[in-house]
């Protein structure tokens, strides 16, 4: 039967640390020029409704690094941009390729590619989740500190990473706090579904206003862009309100303790973060970029392997 990488929530807790384990052993083996075929021959077509830097070049060199051949297919490309069904362009694809990763809009498009694709689907982004990235960070956190048992403070936009890093922290059996403006939080419905499967691992999670309150005893301070790709016109007013929520050296130093800085890029400096922040020897962004290529590896592995 085949299995879906849609959102953390869809996996169990052994099968997402089983899945970092195998992407920290890639790259290992990796940097040692040891090379595993193990998708030789199989192709994965990449939709792009929403281009990326990360996401693409990811993708594609994890798939020639695993022996396989990645598709790049932008909405110019294939004729769900022209109005062809979804569910047709699943069932198309599905008789040329061995797996299907798709950056899109609307996460009812994944649902439904999935729901109707009979080759696994990756979810590469979508506007609720961005699994793919909270796997790379997680991997990131465990080379950095060896451990799972961290907190992480995400300070913004309650947008798909902060969705994604609720169902990461419950998952993984992290602590986490959010702090976001008012009418920018998660959704209520991620929130509850996040906090019952944190029952699981007893990772405590909690919603805040005040970004200084977040970021107490963290081990981890995290942030998004304030606008994101589609957001464009909403810039102007989204630097008013999110301007107490920038993450500069006041905010790293308000932890009490050696806090790391992470961001998923690309990043603007003097909105979110500080330069000062990013470029010092607390932020771990690059790594955390060169683990995306590991992380999704590991996970175009576990769902399109034989």
């Known amino acids: 039967m085949k299995r879906d990488f849609l959102t953390l929530k869809d996996w169990s807790t052994d099968e997402l640390k089983s899945m970092i384990q195998t ?29 990326s830097t990360r996401t693409r070049v990811s993708f594609e060199v994890g798939m020639y690094e695993l022996g396989g051949h990645a598709l790049y297919l932008s909405s110019d490309d294939i004729q769900l941009g022209r109005g062809e069904t979804v569910k047709d362009t699943a069932r198309t694809l599905s008789r040329f390729v061995d797996g299907i990763m798709i950056r899109t809009k609307g996460h009812d498009i994944i649902e439904e590619l999935a729901e109707n694709a009979d080759v696994p689907v990756i979810n590469g982004l979508t506007d609720d989740f961005h699994p793919c990235q909270v796997m790379a960070d997680v991997q990131t956190i465990y080379e950095h500190m060896n451990t799972f048992d961290v907190k992480v403070a995400y ?106 800085f992470m961001h998923c890029l690309p990043a603007y400096m003097g909105l979110e973060v500080t330069e000062d922040v990013y470029e010092s020897d607390i932020s771990i962004v690059w790594d955390e970029a060169e683990n995306r290529l590991h992380a999704q590896k590991a996970v175009m592995l576990k769902v399109m392997g034989s």
């Not at 040692?32 to 199989?42: R, W």
């Not at 706090?177 to 509850?192: F, G, H, I, L």
């Not at 999670?205 to 977040?214: G, H, N, Q, T, Y």
């Not at 963290?218 to 999110?242: C, H, L, N, P």
């Open 155 to 260: 300070i913004g936009d309650g947008n798909n990473m902060a969705q994604s890093w609720l169902y990461g922290a419950a998952k993984f059996g992290m602590d986490i706090s959010v702090a976001s403006p008012e009418n920018y939080e998660c959704d209520p419905a991620v929130v509850k579904s996040a906090v019952e499967a944190a029952k699981q691992t007893g990772a405590k999670i909690e919603l805040c206003r005040d970004p200084f309150d977040a970021v107490k005893n963290a081990d981890i301070i995290y942030t998004d862009v304030w606008a994101s790709m589609g957001q464009e016109s909403e810039k102007e007013e989204r630097k008013k309100i999110f301007a107490g929520y920038q993450v500069n050296k006041k905010l790293m130093e308000a932890t009490g303790r050696k806090t790391l």
């Open 23 to 51: 992407a920290i052993r890639l790259k290992a083996e990796n940097k040692n020029g040891i090379t595993h075929h193990h998708l030789a021959g199989k192709k994965l077509a990449m939709i792009f409704e929403k281009p």
